[in-house]
């Protein structure tokens, strides 16, 4: 299983995260993309730990019933590794070699790039284009533990369904990102685009609309979900949902959800605090907030209050049309969180 290798099937986008599988169906309509279809089905905790699969059958479960749910077109799915599962460098070699000495070359100098044995990881590459020195080219390329892949794989075929891309999240990302930043408002060059999840948040740097910077955090909407459950002694599974439903008491707002969200503020700060201070940059034009956790009501606000960027929540399905079955109120709460999801969907059209 390669992880850049093209497609030229009907693929469904399925993002396996700590807390539900997502999966987005896109189809092109009169050379507009199209959102058929998208779902989202909560995982029981500890099913997905630290983006490692814990119960394989839970999430194939999972799976199988969202994908029935949603009377998908294809059973052919791109899914996605992601964190410290994943080794990418870009190298320079030779222009005029072909792809099979690439790889030969790749697989005879392996020790010089990844920290385990070539018998332990899926590798792929890509050419991305010429080097600064002349006759050279610039080479992407990704590896990851074989049993990384290899879970994903499995859990796919648990609910039926067979896995021809694994991606890369962070890659699948950027290709959602890239629907949404020639929309943005003043065509900023500097865009800050925050993911926060459920225990990790990432920021990445887009120049120009390429990602040329990332960093985790520990740090996500996970944290409110312990806040909830030990101001109102709820389980885990009342405090998602009385989260995702806005049903907490009227002290919610004021004593929980306001100190969260300026911990986010601080969390953001820290995180761009550090990408100045490594880089050249001193400033970003715009701030994108995406995530399970982008959504909160008043986030988007607080942050361009106390930044003083311009910033909004991520819409990868801002352009496309919608489809009759898509309910389009959800979709506006969904969109943040199905970054992942929608950028491996978009390998049908590689």
């Known amino acids: 299983m390669r992880f850049l290798t093209k497609s030229n099937k009907q693929i469904i986008g399925v993002d396996v995260t700590s807390t539900s599988v997502k999966m987005v169906e896109i189809v092109r309509q009169q050379g507009l993309f199209h959102l ?13 730990i630290d983006k490692e699969i814990k119960d394989p059958e839970a999430v194939g479960d999972a799976i199988n019933k969202l994908s029935r749910s949603l009377s998908l077109s294809s059973k052919n799915v791109a899914t996605a590794v992601s964190g410290a599962s994943v080794i990418s460098k870009i190298i320079e070699m030779d222009t005029a070699m072909s792809d099979t000495d690439r ?8 020790d010089q790039y990844i920290p385990y044995p070539l018998t332990e990881v899926n590798l792929d590459f890509e050419v991305l284009g010429p080097a600064a020195d002349e006759g050279k080219s610039r080479v992407l390329l990704v590896a990851s533990r074989s049993e990384n892949v290899e879970q994903r794989v499995e859990v796919m075929t648990l609910a039926g369904l067979e896995t021809k891309v694994v991606d890369v999240e962070s890659y699948a990302i950027e290709r959602a990102f890239q629907l949404i930043v020639d929309s943005l408002p003043g065509q900023p060059q500097n865009v800050a685009l925050i993911d926060i999840g459920h225990s990790q948040t990432t920021l990445y740097i887009a120049k120009d609309g390429d990602f040329v910077y990332s960093r985790e955090q520990l740090f996500g909407g996970g944290q409110l979900t312990e806040s909830i459950q030990n101001r109102y002694g709820l389980t885990y ?4 949902t009385n989260k995702k439903n806005m049903t907490l008491p009227d002290d919610y707002q004021s004593d929980v959800l306001m100190p969260f969200l300026d911990s986010i503020v601080q969390q953001i700060t820290r995180s761009l605090q550090f990408y100045f201070s490594s880089s050249q940059s001193h400033q970003v034009d715009y701030i994108l907030l995406s995530g399970g956790t982008a959504s909160l009501p008043g986030l988007a606000s607080m942050v361009e209050q106390k930044l003083g960027s311009r910033t909004s929540i991520a819409n990868p399905f801002a352009n496309m049309t919608i489809g009759n ?10 969109a943040p969180s199905l970054m992942a999801a929608c950028g491996l969907a978009l390998r049908s059209f590689d």
């Not at 790889?103 to 392996?110: F, P």
């Open 36 to 48: 058929k279809n998208y779902g989202i089905e909560p995982l029981n905790r500890g099913a997905v």
């Open 103 to 110: 790889e030969a070359r790749i697989r005879l100098d392996a």
């Open 325 to 334: 079955q898509v309910n389009t109120e959800s979709l506006l709460v969904d």
């Open 237 to 240: 599974e009342e405090a998602m």
